[in-house]
């Protein structure tokens, strides 16, 4: 009887350890304190978690009160997927910029100071970088999340990434394997499928991944998506082929494998998450990432039950429940003992802080990169009165957000105050026919200086007609591209901020004035 107490515990505490949930508010609540003392091993934050740094940091105080080698986990790849600045928009810009850059020496930097940021606050893994090739510039959720289109552009900022961001003590997870670059489907809404064929998939999408493993990536997020060329069945998450023959057994890939969010339609509307999480747990991923729709007490026990009662059943390994739950343990206690060595924001590699550890979020590295990113086609003389800002708004993907603010407006506004705004959507959000559209902006505007402000033009058929009728009645109206920049430049002035970070419209924001702070 003790030993089957004991086997019983141990299945329980191993099936706690494999889960990464999140929760509500701002504190921790009871029951995550408590599934803490009882194994469990990571806790996901999100923008709802986070008012300021320092509560974040009591936040993650008190859990490690509970358990000290506890996984702190974000989604912070800075730029437009912003959970420490979620309220305000980030001070750094994000993949896309740094990519257009292309200084790898930049991206180290960028990644260590945000890294740093981190690690004051009391995280240690953070699901970034993104890997993703963005080869299909229709991609509705990758876009400016990836460093670029060119794989080996991508490849060499993607190790730089890693190596900066686990410079300052923070574990990456490098996503979303085996890449996610190719789909014209968000995995958000539904299962994507990428048709092509072997050797695409290795020298293009797999570049990038071979490049984050060799520079220690600690730990590797999977895709929701089905890769027949792979595996004709399952997608990427379930796969044994891909998870532990590919990323395993030919890459070498030895951390933690973590599932993308286990809610998202791809597999909650395809097999459930209970049903999905056991399949992917038997493939070879080592934690199940839930929490970012779903997050409460009775989805962890759910969980927990699933895994526990596959292992009786027979239907998963007990050894490799085990297995999983170790690597997830291993991390944990690679994360302690670099806090334990260096210190919340050191440099877990060299023992000594970072050089940008004193500069101001404003006037950092943050907005020397975007500064760096900007694009300018055509001429015109810097602003010096009042413009109007009409941003066209785009319905924003479940990994953005609608939440955080982005634009022009509120840079150009500090430097010209009185400044106007209004914010735009197309029929298929708002009913709105283009000219229609392009009518009412205009006729707000008046005779001021127009600065249409949009977001991945090429991929919207409604604000590039609607765009074109305001540049036919008002030549003379500056155009911003905060998103991927694939259309013709137009405007008197076009200004391509490669993301819609607040830092990146302040790059733009001097750039339309002629001014720096």
Known sequence: ???????????????????????????????????????????????????????????????????DDV????????????????????????????GAVD????????ARELGRRLAECGVNLNWAPSADVNSNQDNPVIGVRSFGAAPALVARHTAAYVEGLQSAGVAAC????????????DSHHAMPRIDVDLDTVHARDLLPFRAAIAAGSKSVMSAHILLPALDPDRPATLSPQILTGLLREELGFQGPIVTDGMEMRAI??????????????????????????LADEETVLRLRDALVAAVRNGELPEERLADAAARVRGLADWTRRVRGASGPGADAQEGTAPGTATI?????????????????????????????????TPVANIAVG??????????????????????????????????????????????????????????????????DAVLAARPDTVVVEMGVNEAEPRGALHIATHGAARVCGRAAAEVITGRRE
């Open 103 to 110: 200084d790898v020496d930049l991206t180290r930097a960028v």
């Open 360 to 392: 101001a979020p404003d006037t950092g590295i943050g907005l020397v990169a975007a500064r760096r990113a900007v694009r300018v086609t055509g001429g015109a003389e810097p602003l010096t009165e009042a413009p109007y800002v009409a941003a066209f």
């Open 268 to 293: 909650a509307s395809t097999y459930g998450i209970e049903r999905g999480s056991v399949l992917a747990i038997a493939a070879g991923a080592d934690a199940i990432c839930v929490g970012g729709g």
């Open 402 to 467: 609608d939440e955080t603010p982005w634009g022009v407006a509120a840079e150009l506004g500090r430097l010209l105050p009185g400044t106007e705004t209004g914010s735009y959507s197309g029929a298929e959000e708002s009913g709105t026919e283009p000219a229609a559209l392009a009518g009412e902006l205009l006729a707000a505007a008046g005779d001021r200086t127009i600065v249409a402000v949009v977001r991945d033009a090429h991929r919207h058929r409604w604000m590039s007609e609607a765009l």
């Open 71 to 98: 996984l702190v986990a974000i989604d912070e790849e800075g730029g437009d997927v912003t959970r420490l600045e979620v309220r305000h928009g980030s001070s750094f810009p994000g993949n896309y910029a740094l």
């Open 1 to 67: 009887m003790t030993t089957l107490v004991s086997t019983t515990d141990t299945l329980t505490r191993d099936a706690l350890a494999v889960l990464q949930p999140g929760f509500l508010g701002t504190t921790a609540p009871d029951w995550l304190l408590r599934r803490l003392g009882e194994g469990l091993s990571s806790v996901g934050l999100f923008g709802r978690n986070i008012a300021s740094p320092e509560q974040l940091a009591a936040l993650t105080e008190r859990l490690r009160a509970e358990r």
């Open 174 to 185: 490098t996503k979303h394997f085996p890449g996610h670059g190719d789909t014209s489907v």
